[in-house]
């Protein structure tokens, strides 16, 4: 055949109703003058997915049959599937992203193959910037798995008083975006407070009560 197949039991007739040796060789009747009649069962196989960083999943094929035509793509938070493959980096790629087969090879044993994954990428949006100049540090992204660092902008006479992430209340200077902390695209709102503005006219008054005061 063009497969491979596992010898079962020996019967005395093709209906395999009475067995006479079993698949170990083991003689299970007694004395007996005929025909035996092999019984063939064909061998079946564990297709495992093996998919680095979520659980693994596996499925079963018979010998010689082709591997199945698709597959649900797994799932994992922060990364995009690429595939699956042959060996963890390298290999033949037998699934595309969508976990369409893009290859007919048929089984001939175990077989494993391994997920492929490329951490997603988020866009970041700055607000509250006009007229304001960014610091050394202003990325447009934040990939999912490397912190990223955002520099303080600067603003004449206003002072900076942190960045608000995602509309949240708290502000944070010399922010440092987490590494797994974000899933999503990320907006970054600038807070300022203006600076109080001391005119000439005021200072000499103020000079002017402070010596009258010296003086009393």
């Known amino acids: 055949t063009a497969y491979e197949i596992n010898i079962g039991d020996w019967s005395s007739d093709v209906c395999f109703r009475s067995r006479m040796i079993d698949s170990n060789g083991y003689i299970r009747s007694g004395n007996y003058n005929g025909t035996l009649y092999a019984q063939w069962q064909q061998n079946v196989y564990t ?3 093996n998919n680095q960083g979520v659980a693994n999943t596996t499925a079963t094929v018979t010998s010689g049959a082709s591997l ?32 369409a087969r893009n290859t007919a090879t048929a089984m001939s044993g175990n077989l494993t193959l391994y997920a492929r994954w490329i951490p997603k990428q988020f866009n970041i949006t700055y607000e509250g910037m006009s007229g304001a100049a960014y610091g050394s540090s202003n990325p447009g992204t934040h990939t999912y798995g ?20 995602n509309g949240q209340n708290t502000l944070s200077r010399n922010l440092v975006l987490g590494a797994t902390s974000y899933t999503n695209n990320i907006t970054l709102t ?14 000499v008054d103020l000079q002017a009560n402070t010596d009258r005061k010296s003086v009393v």
């Open 47 to 49: 297709l495992t997915f």
């Open 68 to 99: 199945p035509g698709s597959v649900t793509p797994p799932k994992r938070d922060g990364y995009d599937f690429t595939g699956y493959y042959t060996a963890s980096s390298g290999g033949n790629q037998y699934y595309t992203s969508t976990g």
């Open 146 to 165: 490397q912190a990223t660092t955002v520099s303080d902008p600067t603003k004449t006479e206003h002072t900076f008083m942190g960045w608000s992430v």
């Open 190 to 203: 600038a807070n300022w407070k203006k600076q109080t503005d001391v005119s000439i006219e005021d200072t």
